[in-house]
């Protein structure tokens, strides 16, 4: 019996992934939450096999999720199921120990497919995520994404800028006109994605990548 956890911010969404799921008698669904945080909560308490998570949801990030649940130790299959395929996504994925990354336009039965896959130790992606990794490997690690971190989404990269320039989370709420709470939010998502444990190591990783210096 395969322990599957979902992960998934939609309600609607999610009831879904539980029924299609259920129809296979070979998987036990042992969790459906909604939120990153409560993906980590879970992962632990069900010791699930395999994790079908999204990459956007509240109260912490799927790739933050992915990367928390992982660095446990946890023996879970991480299963990307999303409808981003870009390259940031992708690579954060990937960087952060997702097993399988497929689009939500997936049928029952090609999801299905993938938490098999990944019950039995293999991988599963989607056809355009597979020509983003060989296309990775091919130019060298060179992505399309422009600049330093692709990784990060355009927002927390703006935010590593000012880290990097030595600007306190203050600062940078009022410069972006955000709550202190979303900036720290940013702050926890971008270091976990770089796989930094403090804002020491993020801003000293940020200023080796070329960021925080002067403008010309």
């Given amino acids: 019996m395969i322990r599957v956890l979902i992960a998934e911010d939609h309600p609607l969404f999610r009831d879904a992934l539980v029924n299609a799921l259920a129809t296979d008698p070979d998987v036990d669904v042992v969790g459906a939450v909604g939120t990153g945080g409560a993906a980590v909560v879970e992962a632990a308490r069900t010791c699930a096999d395999v994790i079908v998570m999204d990459l956007e949801m509240p109260g912490g990030s799927g790739v933050g999720a992915t990367a928390e649940i992982l ?102 709420a009022d410069h972006f006109v955000l709550s202190l709470k979303t900036v720290s939010n940013h702050v926890s998502n971008l270091m976990t994605k770089m796989g930094v444990e403090n804002r020491s190591a993020a801003v000293a990783k940020a200023r080796d990548g070329g960021l925080g210096q002067p403008k010309d």
Avoid: C, Q, W
Wanted: no cysteine.
């Fill in 71 to 172: 660095a446990t130790g946890s023996d879970a299959r991480v299963l990307v199921l999303t409808s981003h395929d870009d390259d940031r996504n992708v690579y954060a994925a990937l960087r952060a120990g997702a097993h399988g990354y497929l689009m939500k336009s997936a049928s029952a039965e090609e999801i299905l497919a993938a938490v098999a896959a990944l019950a039995r130790g293999d991988g599963m992606f989607s056809g355009t995520v597979v020509d983003r990794i060989t296309r990775h490997l091919t130019t060298g690690g060179r992505s399309g994404a422009s600049g330093a971190f692709p990784e990060l989404t355009s927002r927390e990269r703006d935010i590593l800028e000012l880290m990097a320039r030595g600007h306190s989370n203050t600062f940078i």
